[in-house]
């Protein structure tokens, strides 16, 4: 069920929680003697979060791990938030210690909640199973060997090993949109079809990869050109999508139409992708910035979109 060959790295980080998924894992990857670290965030907001913590600062000293911690400090919490502020740190610790990868505890029940959520939303066959065993992030590698293995499998593990393990009660609260898919339809789901889920995924994963079209790519720092032989949207707005995600953005269902709809948009107020004809364009965005005439000139015969010509002028020195 787990691949041992799949994670190739030698200085990797577990984002840990002390819940059953990342309690397995810990395990899992001492048996398999794959080295790594590990890192939580306390979000304070449940008593229980400090033993949690504490937990974790107990494993790693007992097999000599680094722990590294942070308390979620927003005034509002939200999913979305959470996120966004957990993988600050862990892009913030993973720069500063040189770690190759991330290592994520998602299992099969998060996979197929991830599917719902985008069924319900509209998406296309790449978003449908957007989580993969391995994938970028910026100058990293993030693995998710748990893809194939069930909550229950996991369970399972744990119990037979004698394994302690917190369960997080703010995981069924339905107010927060993931838990409702888990709580009314992925669980139990899974639970009946398991087999042919993970039969699935696999199909649909080689679907994927039957369908994929590899653009040429030209890169000039984090400017990135991508050339297809295609102008097929939805073939550009998924290698858009990929790579907005390596750059730790996620885009919504009406981003990605806007983006075919006005051909060059600001994201998240700090990446703008442009699509002229079968290229696209996707670099830092840089405000209120004057171009000399000659420069701009230069860019208008050469098809440069008008919101990547801040960046590409900043890094040629042409501003």
Not at 74 to 100: G, H, P, T, V
Not at 125 to 153: A, C, F, H, M, N
Not at 282 to 308: D, G, M, V
Request: hydrophobic share 35%; aromatic share 12%; with cysteine.
């Amino acid at each position: 069920m787990f691949d041992s060959n799949l994670i190739t790295t030698q200085k990797n980080l577990l984002a840990f929680s002390g819940g059953v998924d990342s309690s397995a894992l810990f395990f899992i990857l001492l048996k398999k003697n794959i080295p790594f670290d590990i890192i939580i965030i306390d979000y304070n907001q449940r008593k229980q979060s400090k033993k949690e913590v504490q937990y974790a600062q107990n494993l790693a000293s007992k097999y000599n791990k680094k722990c590294f911690l942070k308390e979620y400090n927003l005034s509002k919490f939200s999913e979305k938030d959470a996120r966004d502020f957990r993988y600050d740190f862990f892009d913030e610790i993973i720069k500063k210690y040189n770690y190759e990868a991330l290592i994520t505890a998602h299992q099969l029940n998060d996979k197929f909640e991830w599917f719902l959520m985008q069924l319900s939303k509209g998406a296309g066959l790449k978003e449908l199973i957007g989580l993969q065993p391995i994938s970028k992030r910026g100058d990293y590698t993030v693995y998710r060997p748990l893809l194939e293995i069930s909550k229950d499998e996991l369970l399972q593990y744990l119990e037979k090993n004698n394994i302690k393990y917190f369960i997080d009660s703010s995981n069924t609260d339905i107010k927060y949109k993931r838990n409702l898919f888990r709580t009314k339809f992925s669980n139990e789901f899974i639970a009946t079809y398991k087999e042919g889920v993970k039969k699935s995924f696999a199909y649909l994963q080689k679907d994927i990869e039957s369908l994929e079209v590899k653009p040429i790519i030209e890169q000039k720092q984090e400017l990135k050109i991508a050339t297809f032989d295609t102008t097929d949207t939805n073939i550009l707005i998924r290698f858009i999508d990929a790579e907005l995600k390596q750059r730790g953005i996620i885009i919504s269902s009406k981003t990605r139409e806007e983006i075919i709809d006005k051909k060059e948009v600001v994201v998240s107020h700090k990446i703008v992708v442009s699509i002229v004809e079968n290229k696209v364009f996707i670099a830092p965005y840089i405000a209120n910035t004057k171009l000399n005439k000659a420069f701009k000139e230069q860019c208008r015969k050469t098809n440069i979109p008008p919101l990547i010509r801040p960046y590409l002028a900043k890094t040629m020195g042409n501003n």
